[in-house]
Every structure is written in C-alpha cells, then in structure tokens.
Nanobody, 125 residues
Framework: VQLQASGGGLVQAGGSLKLSCAAS????????VAWFRQAPGKEREFVAA????????YYADSVRGRFAISRDNAKKTVYLQMNGLKPEDTAAYYC???????????????????WGQGTLVTVSS
C-alpha cells in the first residue's frame, strides 16, 4: 500500500479544511489508518485513527469535537474533516496505515509501517 495525502492549505482561524489520504495498491479496508501531525520543532503527534475493524474511531483530546475521520473503502480513501481550526493546529499532517496494530498502539507513530507524504495546514489568527 502507498498513501498520498492532500487537501492542506492556508485558512483563517475558525475555518475548515478536509484532508484526503488516498491509497494505491492493495485495499486497506481492514487496516488501521491514522492521521498524525507535526509542527516545526515538535514531535509528531496523534490526531485521529480508525482501528482495524474500520468502525471504531479515536481522537486526540485536542481535536475531539472539531475533527472527524471518515473513510470510503470503495475509493480507498480516508478523510479528515477539520472544523473550528485554531492557529495551534498549524502543522504538516500525515496519514499512516498498517495491517496489524492493536488498539493500545494506535496513538504510537512507531507502530505504523506505511506513511504518506505530509500536507501542510496553516491556520492564521
């Protein structure tokens, strides 16, 4: 599986963006899929994820209620709808996937085998 992330851009605080993560190669409908982000000078941090089952979703406390992860298995694409954006959401956003991650490891970037390139989100105040 290869991943291609897109949809980043410049938005004012309070605005919205929708990121896409398209997979090529084999389907990843039974894989865990996550979004992470990394701001300049900071470590990569977990944002949201689907567990392997494809139905359970998990969010970082900082984005819960504002961001929503969804997937379209027919299109082999996972989305991240981001509403109520704040300047502190500014970062490069990455999607990642792996066929065998237990739930307790979903928030650990080291658990993921395949990463897309980052897409930059900049939120102005």
């Amino acid at each position: 599986v290869q991943l291609q992330a897109s949809g980043g851009g410049l938005v004012q605080a309070g605005g919205s963006l929708k990121l896409s993560c398209a997979a090529s190669g084999r389907t990843f409908s039974n894989y865990a899929v996550a979004w992470f982000r990394q701001a300049p000078g900071k470590e990569r941090e977990f944002v949201a994820a689907f567990a392997r089952s494809g139905s359970m979703t998990y969010y970082a406390d900082s984005v819960r209620g504002r961001f929503a992860i969804s997937r379209d298995n027919a299109k082999k694409t996972v989305y991240l709808q981001m509403n109520g954006l704040k300047p502190e959401d500014t970062a490069a956003y990455y999607c990642a996937t792996s066929p065998s991650i237990i739930t307790s490891s979903l928030r650990n970037p080291s658990a993921y085998a395949t990463w897309g390139q980052g897409t930059l989100v900049t939120v102005s105040s």
